[in-house]
């Protein structure tokens, strides 16, 4: 075999190889989301833009009615992509908390595209201010329970109800249908506890429905060695966070330690590298575009793009964060 035979067997090969890499750029991509107006598809949307106009990758959202119903259609690679908390992440792969007996053994992560901030939330007038308050008034009070659409939730509350010592059983559970309604009966005057994400649309509209209660507050968590491993016992890929007070912010009418989770991208483990790594590198080039779009983007924080966790990163992901830099956690 001569030399200049040899050169042309390796430009055909790099070229079928290029070829190969555009060809799953080409394809229509699938981003699932939550139903219209929720965080997931905001998040979507954000990302299919950037995707489309960056990437130059044909990404299209597709809303469905949860993670529950879209988490297994990408790990059985029907969706290439879709988005769910870092704690759900887990609890998917593991066939644990609301995945409970239903492994997703091809899940990976694509990294994380902001922290969610979220917490147990009572009427202000409530005397009610910290985790120890909460558990001397438990008895009688009334709490968002069940979460039969957003299945997620409740695990977010038993979380919280562990740092203090505490379980539903503390309490009378009303069962509300999904996140939206549990912060409504707040405001509806259905229950006294119920689990709101911070400056959240819906945590404005139920601070003005108690406006003469004096709005809402947030139930300050316990941020003690003690109350953080109960809490992170439960919640393991989720952290107990201190945020000032700022009136500007419903909920916050003092300083509280609330919960924050990462909110992240996973995609099935086949899913195509150069795909992978394309949409990896638009999301973590793109945050100012991503912020103007939604503005949860606003707190990214790229060092943070690839934190510690039971699910592996896909290969196309680590390519690019090898490549730009970021850390990825161990």
């Not at 990404?59 to 297994?72: E, H, K, L, V, W």
């Not at 300050?220 to 966070?241: M, N, T, V, W, Y």
């Amino acid at each position: 075999m001569n030399g200049n035979f040899r050169r042309s067997l390796g430009v055909i090969a790099a070229c079928a190889a290029l070829g190969l890499a555009h060809s799953a750029l080409a394809q229509v991509v699938g981003i699932a989301t939550d139903q219209q107006g929720s965080l997931g598809y905001n998040t979507g949307q954000a990302v299919a833009k950037i995707a489309n106009q960056k990437a130059k990758i044909t990404a299209r959202i597709q809303p469905m009615s949860g993670t529950a119903a879209y988490i297994p259609l990408i790990n059985r690679n029907e969706v290439q992509f879709g988005f769910c908390n870092l704690v759900e992440a887990e609890y998917a792969l593991t066939g644990t908390g609301n995945f409970e007996g239903k492994q997703n053994p091809n899940l990976q992560l694509v990294g994380v595209m902001f922290p969610l901030r979220t917490g147990l939330m009572v009427a202000a007038d409530s005397g009610i201010k910290t985790i120890k308050d909460l558990k001397a008034k438990s008895k009688g009070l009334r709490i968002a329970s069940e979460y039969t659409s957003s299945t997620i939730i409740k695990y977010y509350i038993e979380g919280a109800l562990a740092n203090g010592g505490m379980t539903y059983a503390d309490f009378k559970p009303v069962p509300v249908s999904g996140f939206v309604k549990g912060m409504e009966a707040l405001g509806d005057g259905l229950v006294d506890v119920t689990l709101i994400s911070l400056n959240s649309a819906g945590g404005k509209k139920v601070n003005a429905q108690l406006r003469s209660r004096g709005g809402i507050q947030y139930v300050s968590l316990d941020d003690s060695p003690e109350g953080q491993k109960r809490f992170k016992d439960f919640l393991s890929a989720a952290e107990i966070i201190h945020m000032k007070a700022n009136p500007d912010i419903p909920g916050l009418i003092a300083a509280a330690n609330i919960i924050e989770i990462p909110w992240v991208m996973v995609t099935n483990k086949d899913a195509p590298e150069a795909l992978v790594y394309s949409i990896t590198k638009a999301v973590a080039e793109n945050q100012q575009e991503l912020g103007k779009t939604f503005g949860a983007f606003k707190r990214a924080n790229l060092k943070k793009m690839a934190p510690a966790s039971k699910v592996a990163y896909h290969p196309g992901a680590l390519k690019y964060y090898k490549e730009a830099g970021i850390p990825v956690a161990k």
